[in-house]
């Protein structure tokens, strides 16, 4: 299976020096699930996408965007997630991917009431969809995100939440289609680099926890291996 890695967002300027691209990030997290996928890259950014009806599989990444926000670039990446759900075509999001696959199927996103949500959270296990295995009761995933899922879309269920976030998992009832609010791609020192970014935008007490919470051991590679169950099920 080729997946399609669609970037909607890059690593904030001043750590590219330290670490990798969100599509290289990506394309490194599939490989430690298995051989057997292969990877080619799209833009959304560019306002230019390629028809899903041609595509194997698509993975949505995390952006700084919000799905509310005015850019042009944003009607077209619905359409696209549109046509792509309507086609069969495997498709995740992660975080920001979660958010506009969401929105673009019939949900509602906003800036969360709640704030800041940094460091390794700790998600419950609230259905599981064939494609879960034999997965823990909770998962612990690094996240980074203030914009969350309020109103799930008519056409899915929720699979992953915590009390910060209610709707941090999602997998459509047609079978070929799942988001995640957490990022299964990131490694801890990017994670860990992401909240310290965050210092002069989210108070001292959120940081100081998000910091002692990445002490909490990864759930990152369960959660990689539940993604690689959900394309491996859909061929």
Sequence with gaps: MKLTIVQTGAVPAHLQPQF???PLMFRQ??????????????????????DPADLEGIVITGSPAGVYEDHAWLPP???????AYDNGTPMLGVCFGHQIMADALGGDVRKSEKGWGLGRH?????????????????????????????????????????????HAGLVYRSGRAMSVQPHPEFDDAYATALVEMRREKAPGTVIDAALTSMQTPSDSQKLRAIIRNFFDSTR
């Design 20 to 22: 990798n691209d969100y």
């Design 29 to 50: 997290m599939f490989e430690t699930t298995g051989e057997g996928l292969s990877f080619d890259d799209a833009d959304a950014r560019s306002g230019t996408l390629p």
């Design 77 to 83: 990446l619905r359409d696209f997630i549109r046509r």
């Design 122 to 166: 700790t998600y419950r296990i609230e259905s599981r969809p064939g494609f879960m295995g034999d997965a823990p009761a909770t998962l612990s995933v690094a996240c980074s995100h203030q914009d969350q899922v309020i109103v799930v879309p008519p056409s899915a269920d929720v699979f992953l939440a915590s009390d910060f976030a209610p």
